[in-house]
């Protein structure tokens, strides 16, 4: 099997990238500035590109069974129709995409209120609207929605599906990595799902740090 992992410098990215030298997976590791990584592993190729550039990432897609896309950027949404357009053009339909929690106002209560607070204004806007250009399209996608990232190494989560309220107010990123890990390994694992992804027990208004 061979993964495109796109944004590959992230920090959830670097995690599942580690997770994945125990397994017999060639990594195809995209990003801007491409001299900040260097592979650990005769598995690993890094390839400096955009995931605006229909061509980088078309490119990129040669031989790739599964996307990982771990993006971020006030064009988000842009990325998002040039990663499904490159897709489409290859061929290649397995995608996991991280997204964010209330891209759908599926926070409840005050935890709601709050996240609003801190994410209206460019960013749940941004994420909505490039997880809508994901599930729009016709590749076997799983949109992620992470709760609030915590560096904590523990590996401990739940999953809450598209209609349900979300839980917990945070999660590892640890947490992430291993379910995204689990995703690549499984490619059937959840496709057309997306699913919020959280702590058990960290219910609350607000995270535990703020």
């Known amino acids: 099997m061979r993964v495109l992992i796109l944004g590959a410098y992230g920090k959830i ?7 994945l030298l125990q397994e017999d997976i060639q990594q195809r590791l995209f990003l801007r500035n491409a001299d900040r990584l260097t592979p650990a592993d005769p598995k690993q190729e890094v390839i400096d590109g955009s995931s605006a550039d229909i061509d980088a990432v078309s490119a990129a897609l040669k031989d790739v069974d599964v996307v990982y896309a771990n993006l971020a950027g006030k064009d988000i949404e842009e990325q998002a129709k040039t990663v499904v357009a490159a897709m489409d053009k290859t061929g290649v339909k ?4 991280i997204s964010t929690l209330g891209i759908y106002d599926e926070v409840p209560g005050k935890y709601g209120e709050w996240n609003h607070k801190m994410l209206d204004g460019g960013y749940l806007e941004t994420y909505g609207a490039a997880a809508k250009v994901i599930e729009a399209s016709d590749i076997d996608f799983t949109i992620i929605r992470p709760a609030w990232l915590t560096n904590h190494d523990e590996v401990e989560y739940e999953l809450t599906k598209k209609g349900e309220p979300f839980k917990g107010t945070e999660v590892s990123r640890k947490s992430i990595a291993d379910f995204v890990t689990k995703l690549i390994l499984d490619p059937q694992l959840y496709v057309g799902e997306s699913l919020g992804v959280d702590k058990p027990g960290t219910d609350g208004d607000k995270p535990a740090w703020y």
């Not at 397995?94 to 995409?97: D, K, N, S």
Request: proline share 0%.
């Open 13 to 19: 990215a670097r995690i599942v990238e580690d997770n």
């Open 94 to 97: 397995r995608l996991i995409w």
